[in-house]
Structures are given as C-alpha cells and as structure tokens.
C-alpha cells in the first residue's frame, strides 16, 4: 500500500503483497512487530533473515518499519500457509478503497515468490516475480463480508524472507520530497514506467487472474466511482 506523502511498510498475515527493509541490521532493530508472540524470527544472521507471521482465533500478526518512505522500490520473499487471492490497494488523498485481487497464476504455498512494488511520483507498479500486474498512475477488500474464515485450518503461518529496498527515506513526512534523503542507485526507479510489454502483462493479469476490481464495483461506489477509473 502507499500514500501520497509517505509510507511506513507494513506486513501483516492477511497480505499477500507487503514491502520491507534491507537485511543489513537485526530484525528488531529495524522493525516494530504487531502481535509479539505470533512473530517468530527463525533466522537473523543479518543477510538470510526469515520470519514467520501466524494468525489463529486469539491473534493476528505483523510488523511495520520504522522508518517511513517516499518513493523506492521494495521487495520481499513470501511464502503463504493457504491459497488465496492477492490483494493490491492504493491510498491516496486519506482514500484506501482502490483494491485489485487477484487469483496467481501458481501455488503461492509450495514456494517462495518475489512480490515487489516499484512507487514513484509517476506511478506505482504491482509485480510478482518480476512480472507486472497492477499499474496505479499518478493522478494525484473483502466481497462485502460473504467470504469467511475457515478456521479448521488454523493457525495460518506466512513465511517472509529476503526483505529488500532501494527506497527515499522520509524522515520528517511534514518535509515532502526535498527533506528525503535518496540512496544511490535511485535513477533504477525513478523515472519507471511500464512498456509495451509491461503494459501487456497488466492487461494479461486483468483479463485472466483479476477477481476484483473497485472500479467495477458499484455496491461499494454507490455516488460514482473515483476519478481514476475514467482515466485510466
């Protein structure tokens, strides 16, 4: 997810798609957790970090950097308890109900898989493994409750390894843009947007795997949908 000004990275169970740090200090330095007990760090050697995120009836689970961003690119290796759809959601302007769902084209159980978000002041780009799926352009869910919790299942635990960024640190959000400070290699990011073929992928992953779209949904948007919709 992000926002117009800034973003704090959040992972919590239920997403499937989530940004983190680089490993390069410990976990607890780096992150403040949701659900202390319900985290388990299996691996903190500072460059192969795993950790494992549970939900079951008592409590759910997450961590949040500590530092917040404006702009990057971020990345991280997941591995999911169950099938389920992949959730992207956009905020902008204190609005958050801009969801795309999608079914993957694979078993998200079986293996890790790369989930990265690329955010720019040009857009931001949803892509697994590399491939782009979702294109949210600068222009600056749930289905309404019927589907439930099969908690037979549980505890559902989702694996997180390889947490990734390259990404402007915002330290003072008040500040906006000039008062970030950027690392190198930012020119990979900055100025990203999709091509020809990116573009095809998107509309690949619209046409076969998309389950959601919060510009189709007009139980949720009874007034109209949001402006973007139209645009895009």
Known sequence: MASRKDMSL??????????????AAGFYERFDVVGGDHVRVMNDDGKTQQ????L???SGSGFNSKDTYLFGE??????????LRMNTNVWANGDGKKEHQFYLWFDPTADFHTYKI????KNIIFQVDDVPVRRFKNYWATRHGDVQIDWSGAPFVVSYRDYSTNACVNNNPAGGWPSSWCPEGTAS???MELDAAGLGTVAWAERDHMSYNY?????????GFPAECYRN
């Open 51 to 54: 950790v494992a995120l549970t």
């Open 10 to 23: 959040s992972l919590v169970v239920l997403l499937v798609a989530a940004p983190a740090l680089a490993a």
């Open 215 to 223: 510009c189709a949904d007009g139980w949720r948007f009874p007034q």
């Open 118 to 121: 690329i955010w720019n002041p």
């Open 56 to 58: 079951d009836r008592t």
């Open 189 to 191: 990011w900055i100025d």
């Open 74 to 83: 971020f990345s991280v290796e997941m591995k999911l308890r169950r099938p």
